[in-house]
């Protein structure tokens, strides 16, 4: 079974100090490579279907919260209050609160929405001590979050297509969800009292999930406490299960915050907001491609995805050209020449890079390269322009394939 802490270290992907606290991992370089392009695949995929990103602030007065159903509900999983100029600031727990400003801040019409409010923002949890783990359970997370304001009639076509954007994301990050599940409110005062809203949001969902005809289980209890939700569990190699992704509907903050729009009667209308992530926090999301993947990421996420061999310091040159050409049109390469050890050796060494350039003196003066992929192949030594353009193709599409021949 593969350990996401042990893997990240070795590999040199995050790591912890205590004078930075527990559940505060820091990412190294090649770490920060994986979340960033993961951060920019979402990014891509988001502004295609429609999003428009945003920026909020990480902190919120209290007041914020209490009008949101956080302080009521969910304070025990917040931080605790900072008195910042005479007002109490709390680090926020979740972004939807910030987003329905956002909307409430301009007047809208029925022809705007659905509006698509996208952020990859950072968000705090006062997690225990005890639960505190690597990526998968930290107290500052950066979510990939969206909030989509819509009509009611659109709500059940926007979590469809969110359902469908999770797909492909898995799809594209080579890993499967372990279940679906429809999440709902349970005993006890954990979640807002409206018996109607409950009705109709966990209908609509379920109606989504039906339509798509999604195998799923509904759980009570693990509802967000202002609206149900279906919850993309994933689970690692032991079996644990976790939430990665979501998709929830929610009645309850657009009436708290009072948001409205104009609709084609020329009278005020109560959205509804769909809240939905597509791989959850980067943190979660990477501690699990690592376990899938063991380290040997899909080459569009690679932190390398190309290194080159030069054979003997006769070839040094060319190689050092290609790994600048490979740089300048975007993909991450690097040299690793004589100096490291026999070319056995640095193959070994780059066993988890998806390609490998090997660059002989034949290589060197006709321009080509001769391409060793990481699952083994020998590619035929091809011109380094054509080498270099099929790789790219293969790692902008972000698909698993490591060649298309």
């Given at each position: 079974m593969h350990d996401h802490r042990r893997i990240g270290r070795e590999l040199d992907l995050f790591d912890t100090d205590p004078l930075m606290g527990s559940g505060l991992p820091y990412w190294l370089p090649a770490g920060a490579a994986v979340r960033h392009a993961l951060e920019e695949y979402v990014r891509d995929v988001e502004r295609r279907a429609g999003y428009r990103h945003v920026y909020s602030p990480v902190l919120g007065k209290r007041e914020l919260y209490e009008i949101s159903g956080h302080w009521a509900h969910y304070s025990d999983d917040m931080y605790p209050p900072m008195d910042v100029g005479g007002e109490q600031v709390v680090l926020r727990p979740s972004l939807c609160p910030h987003h329905a400003l956002i909307f409430r801040s301009r007047g809208h019409s029925y022809r705007e929405l659905p509006l698509r409010l996208a952020e990859l923002g950072g968000m705090y949890r006062s997690e225990l001590s005890g639960v505190l783990g690597g990526l998968t359970r930290v107290r500052a997370i950066q979510l990939n979050d969206a909030h989509i304001f819509c009509t009611p009639e659109q709500a059940a076509d926007e979590a469809r297509a969110a359902l469908e954007l999770i797909r492909r994301a898995y799809a594209a990050m080579g890993i499967r969800p372990a279940r679906y599940r429809l999440s709902l409110p349970g005993a006890g005062g954990k979640y807002v009292a409206d018996p109607d809203m409950w009705r109709r949001a966990g209908a609509l969902?379920?109606?989504?999930?039906?339509?798509?005809?999604?195998?799923?289980?509904?759980?009570?209890?693990?509802?967000?406490?202002?609206?149900?939700?279906?919850?993309?569990?994933?689970?690692?190699?032991?079996?644990?299960?976790?939430?990665?992704?979501?998709?929830?509907?929610?009645?309850?903050?657009?009436?708290?915050?009072?948001?409205?729009?104009?609709g084609p009667d020329g009278t005020r209308h109560r959205p509804v907001m769909v809240h939905r992530s597509i791989v959850g926090s980067v943190e979660r999301a990477v501690a699990h491609l690592i376990e899938v993947h063991g380290g040997a990421f899909p080459a569009w996420l690679a932190p390398v995805q190309l290194v080159a061999l030069p054979v003997s310091e006769a070839a040094v040159s060319a190689a050092d050209a290609l790994v600048r050409r490979c740089v300048a049109r975007g993909l991450r390469a690097e040299l690793a020449g004589p100096e490291r050890g026999t070319l056995g050796a640095r193959i070994r060494d780059?066993?988890?890079?998806?390609?490998?350039?090997?660059?002989?003196?034949?290589?060197?003066?006709?321009?080509?390269?001769?391409?060793?992929?990481?699952?083994?192949?020998?590619?035929?030594?091809?011109?380094?322009?054509?080498?270099?353009?099929?790789?790219?193709?293969?790692?902008?599409?972000?698909?698993?394939?490591?060649?298309?021949?």
């Amino acid at each position: 079974m593969h350990d996401h802490r042990r893997i990240g270290r070795e590999l040199d992907l995050f790591d912890t100090d205590p004078l930075m606290g527990s559940g505060l991992p820091y990412w190294l370089p090649a770490g920060a490579a994986v979340r960033h392009a993961l951060e920019e695949y979402v990014r891509d995929v988001e502004r295609r279907a429609g999003y428009r990103h945003v920026y909020s602030p990480v902190l919120g007065k209290r007041e914020l919260y209490e009008i949101s159903g956080h302080w009521a509900h969910y304070s025990d999983d917040m931080y605790p209050p900072m008195d910042v100029g005479g007002e109490q600031v709390v680090l926020r727990p979740s972004l939807c609160p910030h987003h329905a400003l956002i909307f409430r801040s301009r007047g809208h019409s029925y022809r705007e929405l659905p509006l698509r409010l996208a952020e990859l923002g950072g968000m705090y949890r006062s997690e225990l001590s005890g639960v505190l783990g690597g990526l998968t359970r930290v107290r500052a997370i950066q979510l990939n979050d969206a909030h989509i304001f819509c009509t009611p009639e659109q709500a059940a076509d926007e979590a469809r297509a969110a359902l469908e954007l999770i797909r492909r994301a898995y799809a594209a990050m080579g890993i499967r969800p372990a279940r679906y599940r429809l999440s709902l409110p349970g005993a006890g005062g954990k979640y807002v009292a409206d018996p109607d809203m409950w009705r109709r949001a966990g209908a609509l969902l379920a109606e989504v999930l039906d339509s798509l005809e999604v195998a799923y289980e509904a759980v009570e209890g693990e509802a967000a406490f202002y609206g149900p939700k279906i919850d993309v569990q994933i689970a690692d190699g032991a079996g644990r299960e976790a939430t990665l992704s979501t998709v929830q509907v929610d009645f309850h903050q657009p009436r708290q915050f009072d948001l409205g729009y104009t609709g084609p009667d020329g009278t005020r209308h109560r959205p509804v907001m769909v809240h939905r992530s597509i791989v959850g926090s980067v943190e979660r999301a990477v501690a699990h491609l690592i376990e899938v993947h063991g380290g040997a990421f899909p080459a569009w996420l690679a932190p390398v995805q190309l290194v080159a061999l030069p054979v003997s310091e006769a070839a040094v040159s060319a190689a050092d050209a290609l790994v600048r050409r490979c740089v300048a049109r975007g993909l991450r390469a690097e040299l690793a020449g004589p100096e490291r050890g026999t070319l056995g050796a640095r193959i070994r060494d780059a066993r988890l890079v998806p390609y490998q350039a090997v660059i002989g003196p034949r290589e060197a003066a006709d321009d080509q390269v001769a391409l060793r992929l990481r699952d083994g192949r020998r590619i035929d030594p091809l011109p380094a322009a054509e080498a270099l353009a099929r790789v790219l193709a293969l790692t902008s599409g972000h698909g698993l394939d490591l060649w298309d021949g």
